[in-house]
């Protein structure tokens, strides 16, 4: 039974090995319900492999996953996103022939079980057109729902992408780098929506723009080498010498890691 002190997400001493390299190292995460939670490191520091651990892309050497007390470590992804771990990706991927409106009414329709009623034409469905309108309001596609996807502004899509998890009503969404190349014109938007994002959701922010995980972050955890180095409120992983040696000190974090 899950209760308000159920952690929303949780990583316990995960292992991923690559031959002989140890790409996490008995890494812990715990992410609370309604968690707005920032994973930062330098270049390499395992934050991209932990994330596919979590979501299921790549399968752990060692420990466990738990989406809320459901232990998790041996479903596909496909079954994640099911139970509400839904994830967008640093690079862009959206069905460029599609308009945001029929995509949105796909993904609803799919995440409903509708998506073997060949028969039933797009958008017949009130449950699904009640998701797409609600996402598509929220994340203010409304001047664009009916273009195609290919003709959107960068920030515009990057906002799809994240309406499309949306649509999935997940429980957790993780945020994979959602200001990779957008304009610097496009970000403000972006950001406002992020700011907005539902408090019923908890939310696991990988991002190199450091003023945007310090100004949405409540919570941090530092990876360095495949390991936690840290965690903290953002006061404290930006006052820690560690945090300032390893990685801030640097300068801003490589886009890939």
């Known amino acids: 039974m899950n209760t308000p002190s159920t952690p929303a997400l949780q990583a316990r001493q995960l292992v991923k090995r690559f031959g002989g390299i140890l790409a996490t190292q008995q890494v812990d995460l715990i992410l609370p319900q309604g968690a707005r939670h920032a994973l930062i490191g330098p270049n390499g520091a395992g934050k991209t492999t932990l994330i596919h651990l979590m979501t299921g892309m790549l399968t752990a050497d060692e420990g466990q996953v738990l989406l809320a007390s459901e232990d998790i470590t ?4 496909h079954h994640r996103v099911q139970r509400g771990l839904v994830r967008t990706f640093q690079i862009n991927q959206l069905f460029d022939s599609l308009t945001p409106w029929q995509t949105l009414l796909l993904v609803a329709s799919e995440h409903l079980g509708l ?30 729902c009916h273009r195609r996807t290919r003709e959107l502004a960068y920030g515009k899509r990057r906002l799809l992408e994240m309406a499309i998890a949306l649509a999935c009503e997940p429980r957790v969404l993780l945020l ?3 200001m990779a190349g957008v304009p610097a014109g496009e970000r403000e938007e972006l950001l406002a929506t992020i700011a907005r994002l539902p408090d019923s959701v908890a939310i696991l922010l ?10 949405f972050a409540r919570s941090m955890t530092v990876l360095v080498n495949g390991a936690v180095l840290t965690e903290g409120t953002p006061a404290q992983i930006r006052q820690d010498p560690r945090v300032r040696e390893v990685y801030l000190g640097h300068g801003q974090e490589a886009a890939h890691d």
Do not use: C, K, N, Y
Request: net charge negative; hydrophobic share 40%; proline share 6%.
């Open 206 to 215: 990988i991002e190199h723009d450091m003023d945007l995980v310090f100004s």
């Open 115 to 144: 998506g073997r009623r060949w028969w039933q034409p797009l958008g017949q469905d009130a449950r699904a057109v009640q998701t797409a309108e609600r996402v598509v309001e929220q994340f203010h596609l409304e001047d664009v």
């Open 176 to 178: 994979d780098e959602p």
């Open 74 to 77: 041996h479903l596909s992804p």
